[in-house]
């Protein structure tokens, strides 16, 4: 029989009203609103009569069910060919998912169908064995609620060792990184996964407390061309900030950023080129200045 959308209807619908029976918690009045609200309005002749005449051998006359368990919605082909394609992303498989049921269904697409703009192309490496071996260890921790000891390369190039306080991973969907947000060396620490060496269980899981990020604030006006303000916003969603109007077309922006995010925030804000331009404060315009003079002597 082919499960289309009329089989699916019935199915949801009478799966709503039997987690209902389950629960214990199912009345007549409640059978006929859940009828009416997931199923064609042709259905109130039919699903509540073969449910409360027992036709349907689901439920009996007080509305309680020999169901011990709530039904589960089987997944539908197209469903399980999105999942399919979904689990083909690589970092998808860093966190190991399980993939029974689906060994023999085609994906819905492939990651090489999807093209990225405005994303560097020197992310992290999602299929090194060493970085999946570093990920699922901070995972485990992470769910574990355990201290690493970690060695890591610097922004300076320097070699370090540290038994750290994981507590959360974030990634960067512009730099296509991981990084790990941990507390060692009595301070926040914010490490690309890709410059840890070495990761296992520290000896101690005593935990250190976070330390709370440093922010620093850049504020900048927007002359809203090719939809530069809601890029802007969008580019920017995860931060706090500011937004003011300043005219028809001009807005004032202020964004809260950690100090570790210096260097990023200051090539993010260049690659909107001439439509942004930074008022304060004065250092971070150095910083612009020393950037845009780098790639000019780089450039000859």
């Not at 706090?240 to 807005?251: A, V």
């Not at 210096?262 to 993010?268: C, F, G, L, W």
Request: hydrophobic share 35%; net charge negative.
């Amino acid at each position: 029989m082919l499960f289309n959308e009329v089989y699916g209807s019935y199915y949801r619908t009478v799966a709503d009203i039997l987690t209902g029976a389950v629960q214990g918690n199912l009345t007549g009045k409640e059978l006929n609103a859940l009828v009416m609200k997931h199923a064609f309005g042709e259905s109130m002749l039919t699903i509540p009569d073969k449910l409360k005449t027992e036709k349907w051998k689901l439920l009996h006359k007080d509305f309680s069910t020999p169901l011990e368990e709530e039904p589960d919605m089987p997944l539908t082909i197209p469903e399980k060919r999105w999942m399919k394609a979904m689990l083909a992303d690589p970092r998808i498989r860093l966190f190991d998912p399980d993939m029974t049921g689906l060994e023999d269904i085609e994906p819905l697409f492939t990651p090489d169908m999807i093209v990225y703009y405005d994303r560097y192309s020197d992310g992290d490496d999602y299929q090194d064995p060493a970085y999946i071996e570093h990920f699922r260890t901070i995972l485990q921790a992470l769910r574990e609620k355990r201290n690493l000891y970690i060695t890591f390369e610097s922004r300076h190039h320097d070699l370090l060792k540290a038994s750290v306080t994981p507590y959360y991973l974030e990634y960067s969907e512009k730099d296509d990184r991981f990084r790990l947000v941990a507390e060692g060396y009595k301070r926040r620490l914010a490490i690309n996964l890709s410059r840890i060496i070495a990761c296992e269980f520290a000896f101690s899981d005593e935990p250190q407390q976070l330390s709370d990020a440093v922010l620093n604030t850049v504020t900048f006006e927007i002359e809203d061309s090719r939809n530069t303000l809601e890029r802007v916003l969008l580019h920017f969603s995860h931060l706090e900030k500011e937004t003011r109007r300043l005219d028809e077309n001009k807005y004032l922006v202020t964004l809260k950023y950690d100090r570790q995010d210096e260097t990023e925030m200051v090539i993010r804000i260049l690659s909107f080129g001439a439509t942004i331009r930074v008022v304060e404060p004065q250092r971070f315009i150095g910083l612009l200045r020393e950037r845009i003079q780098r790639q000019k002597e780089l450039l000859g």
